[in-house]
């Protein structure tokens, strides 16, 4: 079935630094969804990414989706404690069962 | 604008016992979803609801767990009985469309002694 693969599974930074998660499919996506899950918390809807190439802002943090449509990064300018948490994406896949799937999450923390 | 309520927040029960999970979505909202995320692991959907019709439930062990949304809005998902691997949160989320963007709920952290 369809997968959506999320890399890296774990990241430890200082605060201050800057962090990358990818989120990559093997087959083209219609749209993609980015969520913030803290800990013992729910996930939270951050963004949706639809068109090839797209790039979003939102403050310290900006999504970005392939030119393929077959992956997508979330990058956090300037980490602080506060973006300690799980990133999650959720991927359509274009044609066959367009059912959103979630990756596994990436599990950031930011050391003080 | 209220946000999707679930109940109760945690449950600990024997396997072999049954248990219910309730959710509220949001307001106006037709699609609901149950998820099922165990730790260390993104959400797994179980089922999708649009408005009272069942969307996917493909990955719902139907031998144990049942849902149901009769009248469109609110929900309940069931086991029965408990099997020792179905200790997970199970979160509820609704949106205003299929795929469009979902609210979650806090979820029930489902523990099987």
């Known amino acids: 079935g369809q997968q959506v693969m999320q890399i890296p599974q774990y990241q430890h930074v200082q605060e201050g630094e800057d962090f990358t998660t990818y989120c990559n499919s093997s087959?083209?996506?219609?749209?993609i969804q980015w969520y913030k899950q803290r800990p013992g918390g729910h996930p939270v809807f951050l963004i949706q990414?639809?068109?090839?190439?797209e790039v979003k802002k939102q403050k310290r943090l900006t999504f970005q989706f392939g030119e393929a449509k077959k992956n997508s990064s979330l990058h956090i300018t300037a980490t602080q404690t506060g973006d300690s948490a799980i990133y999650l994406c959720a991927a359509v896949t274009q044609g066959g069962s367009e059912k959103l799937v979630f990756g596994k999450g990436t599990k950031l923390t930011v050391n003080p | 604008e209220a946000g999707v309520a679930q109940s109760p927040r945690y449950k600990i029960i024997e396997k072999r016992q049954s248990v219910a999970f309730w959710c509220n979505p949001i307001?106006?909202?037709?699609?609901l979803y149950w998820y099922q995320q165990i730790l260390g692991q993104g959400p797994k959907l179980l089922i999708q609801f649009q408005n009272n019709g069942v969307v996917d439930d493909s990955q719902l062990p139907k031998d144990r767990f049942s849902a149901e949304r009769l009248k469109g809005v609110d929900s309940t998902l069931k086991i029965q009985p408990a099997k020792l691997e179905d200790s997970a949160v199970y979160l509820c989320?609704?949106?205003?469309?299929?795929?469009?963007?979902?609210?979650f709920g806090d979820g029930t952290r489902l523990s099987i002694l």
């Open positions: 307001s106006g909202h037709a699609t």
């Open positions: 087959t083209t996506l219609s749209n």
């Open positions: 989320a609704s949106s205003f469309g299929r795929n469009q963007p979902q609210h």
């Open positions: 990414l639809v068109k090839s190439g």
